[in-house]
């Protein structure tokens, strides 16, 4: 029998987990406007009601052990999210996905379950990168791939990002590792890759200020997560 929380609790530490499961998901609608934290809390609330046997930490407040890859912006919408969970005991991913979705609440749509050596290093550790889509309420300028091609061209783009009332300041060039500008429907979209780790990520947000281009004016969507040893 696997522990719980209340185990835990009582004195009795859990034993180390057995699975890893990835989870790929989408974010939309409404949904993205949930912050991160009750994100998280959605899934787990989603778990529990299936009675799975999630990991939980030590201590005197044991957590699920469940991580989410990165941080998704409120506002954004994402196709391809991850998430994280060790189980007490083996969880089939086949039966898992077909259990799970009549449980997730709207704006969250599963994509699919694999599962993933216990040895690996913790997810949110492994992304370097984020890939996003860009698109715009208003036609952009006309000049958007002429501007593009000059901003990939500098060497360095000084930037300074304020929030909540503090400056930061970092060259914003080597975290912009693609800038494209397709068109779809006959109206040209901005492709970013962006790189997400220690040394700092950007944002999309900083790409269009940088281009010069209003924020007000975009719908922003995450395609996916780049993870390290990833093509």
């Given at each position: 029998m696997s522990m719980t929380a209340g185990d835990v609790t009582r004195g009795r530490p859990p034993a180390a987990p057995v699975e890893r499961l990835r989870i790929t998901f989408a974010v939309t609608g409404s949904a993205c406007y949930i912050g991160h934290l009750d994100l998280a809390r959605a899934w787990v609330r989603a778990l529990r009601r299936l009675q799975l046997p999630v990991a939980y930490t030590h201590g005197y407040n044991p957590r699920p052990r469940l991580s989410i890859a990165a941080p998704l912006p409120v506002g954004f919408a994402g196709e391809q999210e991850l998430l994280e969970a060790l189980f007490d005991s083996p969880v089939d991913p086949?039966?898992?996905t077909q259990r799970l979705l009549?449980?997730?609440p709207n704006g969250l749509a599963l994509r699919g379950i694999e599962k993933v050596s216990l040895q690996a290093p913790p997810l949110p550790s492994q992304v370097i990168a984020a890939d996003?889509?860009?698109?715009?309420f208003e036609p952009?300028?006309?000049d958007l791939p002429q501007r593009v091609e000059h901003l990939m061209a500098t060497a360095s783009i000084p930037f300074t990002r304020i929030r909540q009332g503090k400056k930061t300041h970092f060259d914003l060039r080597p975290r912009i590792l693609k800038a494209q500008v397709p068109r779809r429907d006959g109206q040209?979209?901005?492709i970013l890759r962006l790189a997400h780790g220690p040394g700092g990520a950007a944002r999309p947000e900083d790409v269009l200020?940088?281009?010069?281009l209003e924020v007000g004016n975009a719908r922003?969507?995450?395609t996916g997560l780049v993870l390290a040893g990833e093509p």
């Open positions: 086949q039966a898992l009549s449980e997730l996003y889509v860009v698109s715009f952009p300028p006309t040209a979209i901005l200020e940088a281009l010069g922003i969507t995450r």
